[in-house]
């Protein structure tokens, strides 16, 4: 695609983030740009079900990751900003004005800085992550539309849709070293782990060109489907994964001869493509039918479509956030209260199960006993309990799926008590930033004999 152009009513994608935003981690989130929805879908691709939508800015195109998974950046296009999410909440929380047009963006691998081309300026912004503020504006071409990183970061690979060529940024000066010619039309740069080539598609030729990082020219030219857009290297370097956007197709391409060797059709109007940490994925936005396609990258099929916003642009992966700890809390009793006898409640604390450990701070556990019942003796394994507050409290870490021993509180039932009592209790702390609450309601028994009854 030669660049945000109105096709059958629809906006067409140019480019979106780079794959270099996916980080190593056994458990990872997938973050999709909805270009016509104006949200960002996370995909938990365990799971491969849609978690969260988040709301961005304007016709959201590219999307990348932090390479420690705690933020994700998504390039604004119609509101010439980025968003930042916070991906342990999944919400928006800053928005950093930018030039105009932005489509793609690349986070460097330390996580310091991102690379925004803003296509209407024909210059990259470059963010410092700490800040969130730009840094720096680089003029690099015509109709800036995509950027990739090398792994070692020391340069940025700008691909220019309206000048034909990619533009070579030091990010040590944020300079422009090298400008290299390919074909006609380019979209999207993938680069390869070792950082030794850069591939190209080249949308209206119909190839992708080659880059050798060494000598920043261009090797090779490889045919590939019609309309050739996103490209998306295998962590192992093995292989290409292209996008073909009128053959409704994705080619394969084997880095080792660079030629392609499979196919893979059922898409509509694949845009971009990301794969996953083990490589075991590839994800493409089906940007005509709003879903994702996950290709099995061994057989090379589709064995899945996830529903997402309408039309998909950017696709990143990234480590899921690190999940903190969730509390939970139960009390019960054994069968009814009699009037004048001694009741007793178990109080449970645990830790919910998929949730991170407790952080190892004081967990307190708090009891509010309602009028009619008065505490005699409180206590459990481990807690240190003070009978006249009804508070147990504790330290150490909890994991999750497990429980602390439990609390045992034993109250007196009042002669006068009512037919029902409520008890309620709480538990907070251990890094949990909510207050648990539990409830027992409980039935009270006749009077027993007056001797045992006191008011």
Not at 168 to 187: C, E, F, K, L, W
């Amino acid at each position: 695609m030669a660049s945000l152009a109105m096709v059958a009513g629809a906006l067409l994608p140019v480019a979106a983030s780079s794959p270099a935003s996916a980080a190593s981690a056994p458990q990872q989130n997938a973050y999709v740009a909805n270009f016509g929805s104006a949200t960002v879908s996370v995909i938990n691709a365990v799971t491969q079900s849609v978690t969260a939508t988040i709301p961005v800015g304007s016709h959201p195109a590219g999307v990348a990751v932090t390479p420690n998974g705690t933020r994700a950046y998504v390039a604004n296009y119609s509101d010439n900003n980025v968003s930042v999410i916070d991906t342990s909440t999944n919400t928006v929380t800053t928005t950093i004005p930018v030039g105009n047009g932005p489509v793609g963006l690349a986070i460097t691998p330390d996580g310091s800085h991102l690379y925004v081309a803003d296509s209407g300026d024909a210059a990259v912004a470059v963010i410092d992550t700490a800040s969130n503020t730009v840094i720096a504006t680089v003029p690099a071409g015509g109709n800036d539309v995509s950027v990739a990183i090398t792994p070692n970061g020391s340069r940025a690979y700008v691909v220019n849709n309206g000048g034909n060529t990619v533009t070579v940024i030091d990010t040590s000066t944020n300079t422009v070293t090298a400008t290299i010619p390919v074909g006609r039309s380019p979209d999207w740069a993938a680069i390869t782990p070792d950082g030794a080539r850069v591939y190209v598609t080249n949308s209206a030729d119909s190839t992708v060109s080659v880059i050798d990082t060494s000598g920043n020219t261009v090797t090779t030219t490889i045919p590939v489907g019609a309309d050739p857009f996103g490209a998306a290297v295998t962590p192992d370097g093995s292989h290409v994964y292209i996008t073909n956007f009128i053959d409704s197709s994705v080619s394969v391409i084997a880095t080792a001869s660079n030629t392609v060797t499979a196919t893979i059709t059922g898409f509509t109007g694949p845009g971009l493509v990301a794969v996953n940490a083990d490589g075991s994925q590839a994800y493409v936005g089906d940007f005509s039918d709003s879903t994702v396609s996950v290709i099995d990258t061994a057989s090379n099929t589709i064995t899945s479509a996830i529903s997402v916003g309408s039309a998909p642009y950017g696709i990143a992966f990234g480590p899921a956030a690190a999940r903190g700890p969730s509390l939970t809390i139960t009390k019960r009793h054994p069968g009814k209260f009699t009037r004048g006898a001694i009741g007793t409640y178990r109080i449970s604390v645990g830790n919910a199960s998929g949730a991170g450990p407790t952080d190892g701070s004081t967990v307190t556990v708090h009891d509010t006993l309602p009028a009619g019942l008065l505490a005699t003796r409180i206590g459990g394994p481990g807690w240190q309990c003070t009978l006249a507050t009804l508070t147990c409290s504790r330290n150490g870490v909890l994991a999750a799926g497990r429980h602390y021993p439990p609390i045992m509180l034993q109250a007196r039932i009042s002669c006068t008590a009512p037919k029902q009592v409520t008890n309620s209790v709480t538990v907070t702390g251990g890094g949990d930033p909510h207050t648990h609450t539990a409830t027992d309601p409980t039935h009270v028994k006749g009077d027993p004999p007056r001797q045992h009854c006191r008011p």
